[in-house]
């Protein structure tokens, strides 16, 4: 079985050397991370959710897309003031629906349709 911490960090690297300079952005979108909120990781969580997969990573994974050939949407600021006393996650990751549907709302935001 992989562990989702070694394949965050391995595709994190992939970003952080430039994997996404290959890539068109005329048709690729790179959506960045929300931030996290560690304190409500589960005991066995907290140090990916502290340090692999932290806000630190979170950040640079986004600022290292910035510098490819894509068009980056940064979700980040959607979450980014909330404290471990928001209730709406579970875990400090989970947000549900409302953060999803602002993501996706910036996906739709950065599409061009084409003109009728």
């Known amino acids: 079985m992989r562990d989702p911490a070694v394949e965050a960090v391995k595709w994190g ?5 430039g994997g996404v300079k290959h890539f068109d952005a005329r048709t690729t979108v ?8 560690a304190e409500k990781a589960p005991a066995n969580h907290f140090n990916v959710a502290r340090w692999e997969q932290g806000n630190e990573k979170i950040r640079g994974w986004t600022a290292a897309a910035r510098r490819g050939h894509v068009r ?10 909330l404290t471990p006393a928001y209730r709406d996650s579970y875990d400090g ?6 953060v999803n549907l602002q993501k996706f709302r910036m ?5 061009q349709l084409p003109s009728s």
């Open 13 to 17: 690297r992939w970003v952080l050397c």
């Open 30 to 37: 790179y959506m960045g991370a929300h931030a996290r909120i």
């Open 72 to 81: 980056v949407l940064d979700p980040y600021n959607l979450t980014a003031g």
């Open 93 to 98: 990751l989970h947000f549900g629906y409302f």
């Open 107 to 111: 996906v739709l935001g950065a599409l």
